[in-house]
């Protein structure tokens, strides 16, 4: 998808999928920048987070999204798609998670640099 930005202090918003394409329990993966990026609709808000577990290597958007939580398909750790926050072990370090906004129907995460 086409990717569009524009620049300022804390970093550069990309559009990165358009909002309807993103379902409740349906984690979506998209790729901006390089990064590996999980997209989340919970509750009708979209969440964004590091796609790649810090635990070992394992895409989240591969896992069971449940509330406000993400499922790691590898060894079930599970996440606060909201915070970050590791909240089941074997995870011992918090995901990062990215800003989101909807503009004009599409979703956009500041990402930094
Ligand atoms: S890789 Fe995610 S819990 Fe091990």
Not at 11 to 39: F, Q, Y
Not at 44 to 64: E, F, I, K, Q, R
């Amino acid at each position: 998808m086409e990717s569009q930005g524009w620049e300022n202090q804390a970093g550069t918003w990309r559009r990165v999928v358009d909002a309807a394409e993103i379902l409740e329990d349906e984690p979506l993966a998209v790729e901006a920048d390089g990064r590996k990026i999980a997209l989340y609709r919970v509750d009708g808000d979209v969440h964004a987070t590091d796609n790649v577990c810090t635990h070992a290597y394992a895409l989240l958007s591969d896992g069971l999204l449940e509330g406000c939580q993400i499922e790691c398909p590898l060894h079930n750790a599970r996440f606060d798609v909201r915070t970050g926050r590791a909240l089941s072990s074997p995870a011992e370090r918090d995901l990062r998670t990215y800003p989101v906004r909807v503009v004009d129907g599409g979703v956009e995460i500041l990402l930094p640099g």
